[in-house]
């Protein structure tokens, strides 16, 4: 079963360029999540999706995130313009419900640096 | 609101150890908790889960412990070894929706 994939790995940006991450989750998961962590924390939820519809928005600062999710499969993840605090990994997950437990299944991460 | 910690930031032994890393929560009404760890350019891997009815789960040199009414859970490491290196983050699920809070994760480090 191929895992979750997410691209591109690493990004450096000027502040207030713009920047764009994809994720494609495991195929037949519904739920696909994005995360930000920056250096020395845990991951802090940004974006959950259902489908295609947005389940938890309320930790994005929709005054320069963005995100989609068409089709209800793969997602974007936009920012702009960009602070140098944007400066983070960006992970994405999927889950599939099992046993009513939603097991989060993480990709690889984007790794952005805003100079 | 739930706030989850993890003590010590950063843990460094010797090969073949015994270890414990911790996990404390101030909110006992969660769902599950779960335990990842994270290697360096890579995401994160889900280790072992525990429900809310449950005391503990084990996988292999690994075994998580669940204390609900005490806030607490660890994860104890039998015979660590260097690959053990990465950092340990537990997660909670509470009970009304579906996100994970997160501790910042012990960094452990197994020297050969």
């Known amino acids: 079963e191929a895992g979750v994939a997410q691209s591109p790995r690493y990004k450096i940006i000027e502040k207030r360029q713009s920047v764009a991450f994809w994720c494609n989750p495991i195929?037949?998961?519904?739920?696909l999540y994005w995360y930000q962590q920056i250096l020395g924390q845990g991951p802090k939820l940004l974006i959950q999706?259902?489908?295609?519809?947005?389940?938890?928005d309320s930790q994005l600062p929709k005054d320069r995130f963005s995100a989609e999710r068409l089709k209800g499969v793969d997602s974007t993840l936009k920012i702009q313009p960009a602070k140098l605090e944007d400066s983070a990994v960006y992970l994405c997950?999927?889950?599939?419900?099992?046993?009513?437990?939603?097991?989060?299944?993480f990709g690889p991460g984007t790794r952005l640096t805003v100079t | 609101k739930q706030e989850v910690t993890q003590i010590p930031a950063a843990l460094s032994v010797p090969e073949g150890e015994n270890l414990v890393l911790n996990c404390s929560f101030t909110?006992?009404?969660?769902?599950?908790l779960q335990w990842f760890r994270q290697d360096p350019g890579k995401g994160l891997t889900s280790l072992l889960l525990?429900?809310?009815s449950q005391r503990e789960q084990t996988s292999g040199r690994l075994n998580a412990s669940l204390d609900k009414s005490s806030g607490r859970s660890t994860l104890y490491i039998a015979a660590s070894q260097p690959g053990d290196s990465a950092t340990y983050l537990c997660?909670?699920?509470?009970?009304?929706?579906?996100?994970?809070?997160w501790g910042a994760g012990t960094k452990l480090i197994i020297k050969p």
């Open positions: 999706f259902q489908n295609n519809g947005v389940v938890d």
């Open positions: 525990i429900q809310s």
């Open positions: 195929s037949g998961h519904a739920t």
């Open positions: 909110d006992s009404a969660i769902y599950n």
């Open positions: 997950a999927s889950s599939l419900e099992t046993g009513g437990t939603y097991e989060q299944y």
């Open positions: 997660a909670v699920q509470m009970d009304s929706n579906y996100q994970l809070i």
